[in-house]
Each structure stands twice: as structure tokens, then as C-alpha cells.
């Protein structure tokens, strides 16, 4: 089994990448033979985005400000969160079926492919309803920061904190997905709970949680540098020192993710035992 695991030092880079692209662009040209579906869920993850904009909106007619964060400074978090779960969904969405496929054997012929197998699972489906997130929550991120009076010499970082959103978000899901070779079932539940996490936590100011939660989300379970830490540190909440937290996190992050998948890769026997 040793000789299956995933990001195996033997394999090249650039064959790991080409087997991930080729397989993307399959399931693009796929996604692309049926127009109308994929219209409808990129509008669901649109309306999605709307909700949240429009939530946002109604507070900040009732309240100046949350914990002295601002309108705009909101939609920063908001959007960048948006954007995480969007490119997650699009470059990476297979990762979700880790279950299925270890209860049904599935992994078995992709342990026989000459390629890693997390990049196969990972490549396997894209979720179209990422579409509308990364477009809408992007747009979100672009009025938050003109709303915000960001220098546009920030752009860079900006960039930066949008492509770095994604890959923890990612590397984080595929580390909870891979508890499933252990904990045998369809749902991949941690990787749900850090989702809800998220969502309940991380698209508002981080300092207004009791400290467990702060801790939760900053040490433990990192999510709060998918987007809390970049926003805080370009809106000035946040000394510019943290900023560096944001890449050894993701840099962590893949790594945790690479070794808990190889882990489980040599835990798995195929259904059935």
C-alpha cells in the first residue's frame, strides 16, 4: 500500500499536475454539455452570496458598527469567505466523496492508476454552484475594499489573501475528509462541523466569541485565517506581523492534509473488511 499514497516524493510535480488538469478539464467539458444546470446551480451560489449581502445590509441599518468593525469591513469578510468556499468547491470539490468511496471500494483502481490518489479523488467533481461564490463573493471583496479606503498598493496582498483562502480551506477540508478512512460513513461530519464553524463564526468579528471559540478558530482548527486574519491586518485591527500567519498556515495546512491522507491510505483495506 505504501507504494499508492498520495503525493508519493517519486511521483513529478509536473505529472501530478498535468493528471490533476486533465481530469478538471474533464469534468469541465462535462459540466459544459448541459448549459441549463449549470446556469441554475451558479445562480443558487449567486443567491447565496445575495442573502448574505442583503443580511449584512439590514444589520448596518440598526447598528453603527459590530465590535468596531464597519459596513464594508464586513463585506470583506463576508466575500473572502465566499471566495475560499468557491474556489474549494471548483478545483477541488471531490475530496467530499472520500466516504462513499472508502465504504464502496471505490479507491481500489485508483490505488492501481500510476497517479496520487488525492489528486484523482480531489479532481473527481466540481460543484457549479462555485461559480456564483467566487464571482459574487469576489465582487463582495472588491466593494468591501473601495468601501474600506484600502490603498490600492494593498492589491497584491489582497490577491494573495484570495488565492491563500482557498488553499487552506481546501487543505483543511481534505485533513477532515480523510477522517472518514477511520470513521467509516458516507458524510464526511468533521468537515461539515468546520463548514458550520464557519459560517457561524467567521463572517463576523472574530473578538466578539467567547475566548474557547477564538482559540478554536485560530490555533486549533485555523479557520480564521481563511479570512479573519487577512481583513483584520488590511483594515488595521490586526497588526501587519499576523499577515505572516496566513501562508505558514496554509504551508501547515497541505501538509497536515498530505499526511493524515497518507495515513489513512495505509489504514484502508478495501469494503468488505
Known amino acids: 500500500m505504501a507504494d499508492t499514497l498520495p503525493l508519493k516524493r517519486t511521483v513529478p510535480a509536473r505529472h501530478v499536475f498535468a493528471i490533476y488538469w486533465r481530469t478538471w478539464g474533464a469534468q469541465i467539458r462535462s459540466i459544459i454539455e448541459y448549459p441549463a444546470d449549470l446556469w441554475v446551480m451558479a445562480s443558487a451560489g449567486a443567491m447565496w452570496n445575495i442573502l448574505?449581502?442583503?443580511?449584512?445590509?439590514?444589520?448596518?441599518?440598526?447598528?453603527?458598527?459590530?465590535a468596531g468593525w464597519g459596513y464594508h469591513e464586513m463585506l470583506l469578510l463576508s466575500g473572502l469567505l465566499s471566495v475560499a468556499g468557491g474556489l474549494n468547491a471548483l478545483f477541488w470539490d471531490g475530496i467530499w466523496s472520500t466516504g462513499g468511496m472508502v465504504l464502496k471500494g471505490d479507491i481500489d483502481y485508483r490505488i492501481t492508476r500510476p497517479a496520487p490518489v488525492v489528486i484523482q479523488i480531489g479532481s473527481a467533481h466540481i460543484g457549479m454552484q462555485s461559480i456564483g461564490e467566487v464571482v459574487f463573493g469576489t465582487a463582495m471583496f472588491a466593494y468591501g475594499w473601495i468601501g474600506a479606503g484600502i490603498s490600492p498598493a494593498l492589491l497584491p496582498v489582497g490577491v494573495l489573501a484570495l488565492v491563500v483562502a482557498g488553499i487552506i480551506e481546501s487543505a483543511l477540508v481534505t485533513a477532515l475528509c480523510a477522517v472518514n478512512f477511520w470513521i467509516k460513513g458516507h458524510m464526511s461530519i468533521f468537515a461539515f462541523l468546520m463548514i458550520d464553524l464557519q459560517g457561524n463564526s467567521m463572517r463576523l468579528p472574530l473578538g466578539i466569541f467567547p475566548t474557547a471559540?477564538?482559540?478554536?478558530?485560530?490555533?486549533?482548527?485555523?479557520?480564521?485565517?481563511?479570512?479573519?486574519?487577512?481583513?483584520?491586518?488590511?483594515?488595521?485591527?490586526?497588526?501587519?506581523?499576523?499577515?505572516?500567519?496566513?501562508?505558514?498556515?496554509?504551508?501547515?495546512?497541505?501538509?497536515?492534509?498530505?499526511?493524515?491522507?497518507?495515513?489513512?491510505?495505509?489504514?484502508?483495506?478495501?469494503?468488505?473488511?
Do not use: K
Open 213 to 273: 471559540v477564538r482559540v478554536l478558530a485560530m490555533f486549533i482548527v485555523p479557520v480564521a485565517f481563511v479570512n479573519f486574519v487577512p481583513v483584520a491586518v488590511l483594515t488595521g485591527h490586526m497588526n501587519a506581523w499576523w499577515l505572516i500567519g496566513t501562508p505558514v498556515t496554509a504551508l501547515a495546512a497541505i501538509l497536515l492534509a498530505a499526511g493524515v491522507y497518507r495515513l489513512g491510505l495505509r489504514s484502508y483495506d478495501s469494503s468488505g473488511h
Open 52 to 66: 448574505q449581502f442583503a443580511f449584512i445590509a439590514v444589520l448596518f441599518a440598526n447598528v453603527p458598527d459590530v
